[in-house]
């Protein structure tokens, strides 16, 4: 069976082919970094119009290098939440169209599966069941994985997810948007013992993740070491090395909390299989951390590559794969679900 995947949940169009046989055949990824950029954040109804230009540009693109033509596609995979409503429903509109015009089998992808799903796309998956940490802009959870659409959600966070406050924190500093790898930049050239932030919730019992308070933690060292002012370009060079330790702290925080969690997860379910995914999985310090845990605790862990990190079609052509490989797929009206549990998931 052949899929075609479609991701177009944010500010990320991405379109994948995903070959039952033969795995992965053609991805292609365009970013509205540079649309977005000069408002400091994700404009919806920008996005949405972008995904309306771009999807069958692309989608023709990635045909002609997985050298498919229509008659070869059986399913159109596209993601129906959670995301912005109307860049969902961009996806949704134009999979729908395609799957009736071409008579096969449409199917609904959960944003989040497809994230937690990436890791298989690689050389050496791991096998289920495994714990994953799922990191994204929108997202913090801890989920026990016992096969495609068995998922139980063990932690999560109850405020901002890691990403967000990675974005928040990087405005905060000055740095633009996307905040999260701009602030590992600057982070990578902090004092690691100028500044120590807390752990949160880590003394508590549980699985659960609370990160606005490490953005307060981040705003008061700016406001007494730089002023009520953000930084601007007119700041010193001390200036700039109190912004890299306050990068520097904020990450490790968020790092040392994750990992924390992680290692509880594995020991609370007995398991010794960790994937991690989501935009904060590229963070090369949290991958190093977390390394170094399964080392000392003899389990393994497994990533994405660096490009399935952030979102990407490949991940949904491979989750739209899986289900409509089990026999699942939709009637061709079609809904978007902006806002969407994981809870509400059930096997295929
Ligand atoms: O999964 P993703 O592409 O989109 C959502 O589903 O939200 O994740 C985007 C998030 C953003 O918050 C971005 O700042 C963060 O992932 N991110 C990073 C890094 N790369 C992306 N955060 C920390 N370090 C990075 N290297
Ligand atoms: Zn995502």
Redesign the pocket.
């Known amino acids: 069976m052949r899929v075609i995947g479609i991701e177009t ?2 500010d ?1 169009t991405g379109i994948a082919i995903y070959d039952g046989q033969r795995g992965l055949l053609a991805h292609v990824l365009y970013s509205q970094v540079a649309l977005h950029a000069e408002y400091g954040g994700v404009v919806p109804e920008l996005a949405s119009r972008d995904h309306v230009r771009k999807v069958l540009p692309l989608l023709r693109q990635v045909m002609v290098q997985a050298d498919t033509r229509a008659v070869d596609i059986q399913g159109i995979a596209y993601t129906a939440g959670p995301g912005l409503a109307g860049a969902l429903l961009v996806g949704a509109a134009i999979g729908r169209s395609l799957a009736w015009a071409w008579g096969v089998s449409a199917v609904a992808v959960h ?1 989040m599966e497809g ?1 937690l799903l990436a890791p298989l796309l690689e050389d050496n998956p791991p096998d289920f069941p495994f714990v994953a940490l799922l990191v ?4 913090t959870q801890l989920v026990r994985v016992d096969g495609v659409g068995r998922y139980r959600i063990l932690g999560e966070s109850l405020d901002d997810a890691a ?2 406050a ?2 928040k924190t990087a405005k905060l500093l000055g740095l633009g948007y ?4 701009a ?2 930049r600057l982070a990578a050239k902090g004092h690691p013992q100028r500044f120590h932030f807390s752990r949160p919730m880590i003394n508590r019992p549980g699985l659960d993740f609370s990160f606005s308070g490490l953005k307060t933690q981040a705003v008061n060292s700016v406001k007494q070491h730089l002023g009520e002012h953000v930084p601007s370009s007119a700041s010193t060079s001390d200036d700039d090395q109190v912004r890299a330790d306050i990068a520097h702290a904020f990450q490790d925080a968020v790092v040392d909390t994750l990992t924390i969690k992680c290692q509880r997860a594995l020991s609370e379910t007995g398991l010794q299989r960790l994937v991690v995914s ?3 999985s ?3 310090v949290l991958r190093q951390r977390l390394r170094d845990m399964v080392d000392t605790v003899g389990a393994q862990v497994y990533y994405p590559r660096l490009e399935f ?3 990407n079609g490949a991940m949904i052509a491979y989750a739209g794969y899986q289900r409509l490989r089990a026999g699942q797929a939709e009637p061709l009206a079609f809904s978007a679900m902006p806002r969407w549990s994981m809870h509400d998931l059930t096997p295929p």
């Not at 996307?178 to 790898?181: A, R």
């Open positions: 949940s944010c990320e944003h994230h994204s802009g929108g997202h990403g967000e990675f974005d996307p905040g999260g790898p602030l590992a989501g935009g904060v590229a963070n090369t990190c952030t979102d």
